[in-house]
């Protein structure tokens, strides 16, 4: 029976904040973050970059998982045209008001894009983290959003070389494009339980190592589509029957697509739950037979954490998670079948993937990231 189940406590062990907070100062470098993905993936860079690190938040987001936000609401609801709008006006009055040497922004979200257009119209250096990532969809606002900050940057930081090559073919292979992976690795290695007490989260979720699927829907093209997400969590459901218990976590959002798509009135076989703690996320994921999935972060995740993984999406920015790692399905394929099939080679699959590195990045990814804002900063003194 599917049923949402409540977060009732925190994971067993919580390690200290890997960003410390220090006071926002005029100058410096302005990183623009928007989305939980983004704090713990940039909180690497901002250790490097230190008291010259200025954590920019536009939009309507909690304030406490940040150092110091320079902003905490206005443009967190609402259509995408007013979210963007929104965040550029923002930050085009704090940028005229006090202009960072160097802007950072990270990915394809809509206030990277309102970042890199808020630092390019008032000449700021700008640094884009991840560039040079395509799916080559442009029907993605995400898609689009990429390639308009790439086309605005000074720097760009491409994770593997197939981003590179992505940049060259456009034409950007002039610009000060950086081989810098992603900090992926280092999040997940600060982030992860010891051991111990990750058994400890899988007894208190009634696990066995091995022995469960993992599950996150988040992008809209599953859940704003109540066929195709109900089509899914079908599927999911199937893998369940067979003996392999599915976690699926859920944010708000999705939690109210996945009651108005009629999942948890039909009896299916899910154990729906509210968001986790990240490293709480982590420690399910590390133990998991196998991970299903639409999130890039989560893809990147599997790699480090040497976990196979379904990519339940019509395209992925991230071909290298295919070739080793996983492989890509949409809602209406038989995701059942295929995730059986892999369960149940499950033994030596681990192994394959344990020896397997990451092409994410060898754990020195911020230092790289570090090194190319202070470049660019230097340059423009």
């Known amino acids: 029976m599917t049923a949402i189940l409540p977060q009732t406590d925190r994971p067993a062990t919580r390690r200290p904040p890997l960003i410390a907070g ?10 623009i973050l928007a989305t939980r993905p983004e704090i713990f993936k940039l909180a690497p860079v901002l250790c490097r970059l230190g008291r010259r690190a200025r954590v920019v938040r536009p939009g309507n987001h909690s304030p406490s998982a940040l150092p110091n936000p320079e902003f905490g609401g206005g443009t967190g609801t609402g259509s995408r045209s007013f979210r963007v709008a929104g965040a550029l006006e ?3 009055r ?28 008032h000449g700021i250096p700008l640094v884009h983290v991840e560039a040079g990532l395509r799916s080559h969809d442009l029907a993605l606002p995400e898609e689009r959003n990429r390639v308009l900050a790439d086309r605005v940057s000074d720097v760009l930081c491409a994770p593997t070389p197939v981003e590179v090559g992505n940049l060259e073919a456009e034409g950007l292979g002039g610009r000060d494009v950086r081989l810098t992976g992603t900090t992926t690795a280092e999040a997940v290695h600060h982030r992860l339980m010891p051991g111990p007490d990750r058994i400890n989260v899988l007894r208190k979720w009634g696990l066995q190592p091995d022995g469960y699927v993992l599950a996150t829907l988040d992008r809209p093209e599953n859940t704003d589509d109540e066929e195709a997400l109900f089509a899914i969590a079908n599927q999911l459901s199937g893998i369940a029957d067979a003996g392999y218990p599915v976690v699926l976590p859920v944010d708000p959002r999705t939690r109210a697509a996945v009651i108005r798509a009629g999942v948890l009135a039909s009896a299916m076989n899910l154990r729906v739950v509210n968001r986790l703690w990240h490293s709480e996320f982590l420690a399910l994921a590390k133990h998991a037979a196998l991970l299903v999935s639409d999130s890039g972060s989560v893809q990147e995740e599997a790699t480090v954490l040497k976990r196979p993984i379904l990519v339940v999406r019509r395209s992925t920015e991230r071909p290298e998670v295919l070739r080793d790692f996983g492989k890509l399905v949409r809602p209406h394929d038989d995701i059942a079948g295929i995730a059986l099939d892999w369960l149940t080679d499950g033994v030596e699959c681990r192994a394959r993937l344990a020896d397997t590195p990451s092409p994410f990045g060898d754990g020195r990814s911020s230092e790289r990231i570090a090194d190319a804002v202070h470049h660019l900063s230097l340059l423009n003194r």
Do not use: I, K, M
């Open 22 to 31: 220090a006071a926002p100062r005029s100058g410096g470098v302005a990183l």
């Open 90 to 92: 923002q930050l085009t």
């Open 94 to 121: 704090l940028f005229a008001a006090d202009r960072p040497e160097v802007v950072l922004v990270h990915g394809a979200t809509d206030t990277a894009l309102a970042g890199a257009l808020a630092a390019h119209s």
